[in-house]
């Protein structure tokens, strides 16, 4: 997908993070390639470089990148302009709830994961059933772990059945699942789940579908580009399906 303006790190600290429209995905932070931003306080803060402004990024306004504002999820392509990039044609039923092809009502079958699942345990048990199947080699989740607050989930890379069992249930409060993918890298997964609110899910089609074209200049040497475009597709290319809840600002799974 190739956009017509490209969008600069300038114009995501200041139109998204100073604005105080970010959703705190941390996706941007995950997808830079220089270490110009880390994740602090809920939002991307450039620190870089102490002296400069909070909206320079050195890579950006010198042999160029971006690829932390090409993944954000309140700059353009937004979710209207995603849909025809991710499902062209293929639009059996389109309304209120997106581009779907059915509905159901469901809950699980086992009864292990129905007694911990919040809302019919689908979630937790397509995972399961997803890494029996060796459709998956590990998931990205939100759940509270032994160093966690009550209530106050952390995401998790999950590689096995009772780690996916213990991730079962909603928490209904904000979790940056985006910042544990490199964890997937460095683990060496290669066919992952991820569960995620919209907000974190529209990065990771940004990440698929934006064209890495806009990374090519003759300033840069071909290692940069080759390291630029690792980090807008590398982590996309590691999720084999994703499933989006439903109800914004809500992370967990059921």
Not at 222 to 248: M, N, T
Request: with cysteine; net charge negative; proline share 6%.
């Amino acid at each position: 997908m190739t956009s017509l303006y490209q969008n600069t790190f300038k114009d995501m600290m200041n139109d998204v993070v100073d604005y105080g429209s970010c959703c705190e995905c941390g996706a941007c932070v995950v997808a830079c390639p220089h270490n110009v931003i880390e994740y602090i306080d809920g939002k991307p803060k450039q620190t870089a470089k102490a002296t400069a402004a909070f909206d320079f990024c050195g890579v950006s306004e010198g042999a160029g990148c971006d690829v932390c504002a090409t993944v954000c999820p309140r700059l353009w392509p937004r979710e209207d302009h995603l849909k025809d990039a991710v499902f062209k044609d293929e639009r059996p039923f389109e309304d209120i709830f997106g581009v779907f092809r059915n509905i159901f009502v469901a809950r699980t079958k086992k009864p292990d994961i129905a007694e911990v699942g919040q809302d019919g345990g689908i979630v937790t048990g397509l995972l399961s059933w997803a890494l029996e199947a060796e459709q998956i080699d590990g998931a990205v989740v939100s759940t509270v772990g032994e160093d966690d607050k009550p209530c106050f989930p952390s995401p998790k890379v999950v590689t096995t059945q009772a780690e996916i069992k213990a991730s079962a249930g909603s928490w209904y409060t904000y979790c940056a699942n985006e910042l544990v993918l490199p964890e997937v890298v460095e683990r060496d997964l290669k066919k992952v789940a991820f569960i995620g609110v919209p907000c974190q899910i529209t990065p990771l089609r940004k990440m698929e579908h934006m064209d890495p074209g806009f990374l090519l200049g003759e300033k840069k040497k071909p290692k940069i580009i080759a390291r630029q475009r690792d980090y807008l597709r590398g982590f996309s290319d590691r999720i084999s399906f994703s499933v989006g809840l439903f109800a914004p600002r809500c992370l967990g799974q059921s």
